[in-house]
């Protein structure tokens, strides 16, 4: 992912939400350009914010599967 390409909204929605900025920086680059590719689409802040709080709880999920599978 070239770092120059990400939208300002978005950079700044994820500076606001670390589990999103964590799963977005665990992500494989195919997968941040997928996301990087939905957000240059959204049309408003709200839906910015939708799609980063979308990560997050993507990011809980992970967490908890990780945490199950270890006890």
């Known amino acids: 992912m070239d770092e120059t390409k990400l939208p300002i909204g978005f950079g700044m929605a994820l500076a606001m939400n670390a589990a999103a900025m964590k799963r977005f920086a665990a992500m494989t680059e195919a997968k941040q350009d ?38």
Not at 51 to 57: D, K
């Open 34 to 71: 997928a996301v990087l590719e939905k957000a240059r689409s959204v049309s408003s802040k709200g839906e910015m914010q939708q799609l980063v709080a979308g990560l997050a709880r993507e990011s809980e999920t992970q967490e908890a599967q990780e945490w199950q599978n270890r006890g």
